[in-house]
């Protein structure tokens, strides 16, 4: 199946600094990818949509300057957590929609990166 | 509002016992739902996909159900083995292609 790469899987980091996180289709091409943070024990909730060319879609509530994301090519989007903070300590998570022969797509996630900020 | 719900929250079962998690959705429109596994600490990994027209689908141990009409899913497991120890999440994705993600179901397995 299609793989999505995510790195890297952990970071930790000092409050004020800032961090990226890249996302990888490795054997398709996305033109679209999605951003997401999943806080223990609860569900992924998307915080943006990357698009190969263009701006990102920011989701409610989530700020875009702080969270800077970049869909520099068909293969690659980065998302860079600027001046983090504790309360930034999450696991954030990429995903790619590669779409299927039906109609419809198949979403790929990374694995995942573990942000603690100190 | 488009809304995925899981059911139950969590559960425990003993190694070789079968179990049934539960998906209902209100999204709208409706391109397809699938489940996915996800271990601690690591991203989703798909199970199954369905499109409104498949009311079954097998994935080695885990078969998955849906009644597109009541907008219902289930997802049985079984035979457990201790490395289905997982969250299981049912994610129902709109003709637009936006997901629609539910709680999950942690699934703790016991020898």
């Known amino acids: 199946g299609a793989v999505v790469s995510q790195h890297p899987s952990r970071v930790i980091c000092k409050s004020g600094t800032s961090v990226k996180i890249e996302c990888r289709s490795l054997?398709?091409?996305?033109?679209?990818m999605f951003w997401y943070r999943q806080f223990p024990k609860q569900s992924l909730m998307l915080m943006a949509t990357s698009n190969e060319g263009s701006k990102a879609t920011y989701e409610q509530g989530v700020e875009k300057d702080k969270f800077l994301i970049n869909h520099a090519s068909l293969t690659l989007s980065t998302l860079t957590v600027t001046s983090a903070h504790p309360e930034d300590s999450s696991f954030y998570i990429c995903?790619?929609?590669?779409?299927?022969?039906?109609?419809?797509?198949?979403?790929?996630f990374g694995q995942g990166t573990r942000l603690t900020v100190v | 509002k488009n809304q995925v719900e899981q059911s139950p929250q969590s559960l425990i079962i003993l190694e070789g016992k079968n179990c049934t998690l539960q998906c209902n959705y209100t999204v709208s429109p409706f391109s397809n739902l699938r489940w996915y596994k996800q271990d601690t600490g690591r991203g989703p990994v798909s199970l199954t996909i369905m499109t409104f027209s498949e009311n079954t689908k097998s994935n080695g141990r885990y078969t998955a159900t849906l009644d597109a009409d009541t907008k219902q899913s289930s997802l049985h497991i079984t035979a457990s083995q201790l490395s289905d120890s997982a969250s299981y999440i049912c994610?129902?994705?709109?003709?637009?292609?936006?997901?629609?993600f539910g709680a999950g179901t942690t699934v703790t397995v016991r020898a």
């Open positions: 994610v129902v994705s709109r003709s637009d292609y936006k997901l629609s």
């Open positions: 995903s790619a929609p590669k779409r299927l022969g039906f109609g419809g797509d198949e979403a790929f």
């Open positions: 054997d398709f091409q996305a033109t679209t």
